[in-house]
């Protein structure tokens, strides 16, 4: 499992449109692409966000990425042109463990 991880950080006038931009357009946009198989979007007490996108495998991240990240960071920068900074990440799962409650 690879998780392709983003942290924003976003201006406080931006917060109502940014959280509804993300639930409603954006995530399932990268959703519908086909490379992930689910995302989590949590919000730290600090105020920043970080999305995380499941892909199976790094060649499915490597297909989001080539395909269609340019269109999608695209409509996200003509929504957010200011006050929203983001960073990216990647992470490969070396091994998970769950709890059996």
């Given amino acids: 499992m690879v998780t392709y ?9 931006l ?12 995530i399932p946009d ?7 198989e689910g995302a989590t979007f949590t919000r ?5 966000y ?4 499941e892909a199976p495998s790094e060649s499915d991240l490597e297909r989001y990425l080539e395909a269609h990240a340019t269109r999608l ?4 920068a003509s929504h957010f042109p200011e006050g929203v ?3 990216r990440e990647v992470w490969v799962a070396i ?5 059996h409650r």
Wanted: aromatic content about 12%; some cysteine; overall charge negative.
């Fill in 5 to 13: 991880e983003i942290t924003t950080a976003v201006e406080p006038p």
């Fill in 15 to 26: 917060v109502e449109a940014y959280e509804h931009y993300m639930r409603q357009v954006h």
């Fill in 30 to 36: 990268l959703l519908a692409t086909g490379c992930f």
């Fill in 44 to 48: 730290s007490s600090a105020g920043r």
């Fill in 50 to 53: 970080r999305i995380r996108y």
């Fill in 73 to 76: 960071r695209a409509d996200f």
């Fill in 85 to 87: 900074t983001a960073s």
């Fill in 95 to 99: 091994e998970s463990w769950s709890s």
